[in-house]
């Protein structure tokens, strides 16, 4: 614990973590700019459900790069989020769920599986893998107005990123050098 910083460089293994900023290696940020698509229940393939803000999707979805989504999203099997999308709401997958570089949540992410969080990624909520989970470099978690909680049970997270608040891996973290330019 720390009143203002928490930084751990590559190699560093750790369990529990909790600082306003816990930065994992030399601070790092990508942009990812582009227009975006709204993308709307009628383009969901496999949608069950469509109320109270929340799409209830049955078993796979993989949403399309760079597309604008504005609901909560729960599925029921593995969940692909595509390059640079823009999530208004919180994912929860019942399968493994990934995060291409540079998606930005700006809720919750849940996973009852594995977790993977791209290069660049953005999330605002609460982080969670029931399983193990691996960010890439340059991920900001929550902010500095806003902490959060990132929970694994076991978590590998590359230098450059950082997340605001508490960071707990149950059975232990490590911190990884940062991936070759272009790799999640």
């Known amino acids: 614990s720390a009143e ?5 460089e590559p190699g560093c ?3 529990r973590l909790n600082a306003p900023r816990v930065a994992f290696g030399q601070p ?3 942009a990812f700019p582009g227009p975006l698509e709204p993308w709307t229940a009628k383009d969901v393939p496999g949608l069950l ?3 109270a803000g929340r799409w209830l999707v049955r078993r796979r979805l993989e949403i399309p790069p760079r597309r604008l ?3 909560d999203i729960v599925v029921t099997g593995e969940l692909v989020v595509g390059e640079g999308t823009r999530i ?3 994912l929860k997958s019942h399968g493994d769920l990934r995060l291409a570089p540079g998606v930005t949540v700006e809720g919750a992410v849940v996973s009852w599986r594995d977790l993977e969080i791209g290069r660049g990624c953005r999330v605002s909520g609460p982080v969670v893998a029931e399983r193990d989970a691996r960010l890439g470099t340059a991920v900001a978690l929550g902010e500095a107005e806003r902490p959060t909680t990132l929970t694994a049970r076991c978590l590998e997270v590359e230098a450059g ?3 605001h608040g508490t960071v707990w891996a149950h059975g232990g973290g490590l911190v990884l050098p940062r991936s070759p330019e272009g790799k999640a």
């Open 161 to 163: 990123s950082v997340v």
């Open 69 to 71: 989504v504005n609901s």
């Open 13 to 15: 293994r750790f369990e």
């Open 88 to 90: 208004v709401g919180s």
């Open 4 to 8: 203002a910083e928490v930084r751990l």
């Open 49 to 51: 459900e469509d109320a």
């Open 28 to 30: 790092a940020a990508p």
